[in-house]
């Protein structure tokens, strides 16, 4: 019914940059938010990027500087652009939606199926 299709992942050097994106899809009437999680070998899932409808946007501190998040016209894609990265950026990475289904009355938070991103030389 509602998916999130991310691609951009891979294999950067220390230094590089990568381009993720996330393509929401299915019978959705409202996608209210969207954004990024990480989660590392034997940590806990943490923040990334999120940016609201309305422009709000929140980084985590261990990517300030280095990371850009944005949306399309349509407010169904989402991307993450990361830049110097380092080998600690080395996790899956994980799109998430807030999403009202078109059957539904209430909003729910959907997830990718998340996409590698190994940072090494």
């Known amino acids: 019914q509602v998916q999130l299709v991310e691609s951009g992942g891979g294999l950067v050097q220390p230094g590089g940059s990568l381009r993720l994106s996330c393509v929401a899809s299915?019978?959705?009437?409202?996608?209210?938010?969207m954004g990024w999680y990480r989660q590392a070998p034997g940590k806990e899932r943490e923040l990334v990027a999120t940016?609201?409808?309305?422009?709000?946007?929140k980084y985590a501190d261990s990517v300030e500087g280095r990371i850009t998040i944005s949306r399309d016209s349509a407010g169904n894609t989402v991307y993450l652009q990361m830049s110097s990265l380092k080998p600690e950026d080395t996790a899956v990475y994980y799109c998430?939606?807030?999403?009202?289904?078109?059957?539904?009355?209430?909003?729910?938070?959907?997830w990718g199926q998340g996409t590698q991103v190994t940072v090494s030389s």
């Open positions: 940016q609201s409808n309305g422009g709000t946007t």
């Open positions: 998430n939606a807030d999403i009202r289904p078109s059957i539904v009355a209430s909003t729910r938070t959907y």
């Open positions: 299915g019978n959705i009437a409202s996608i209210n938010a």
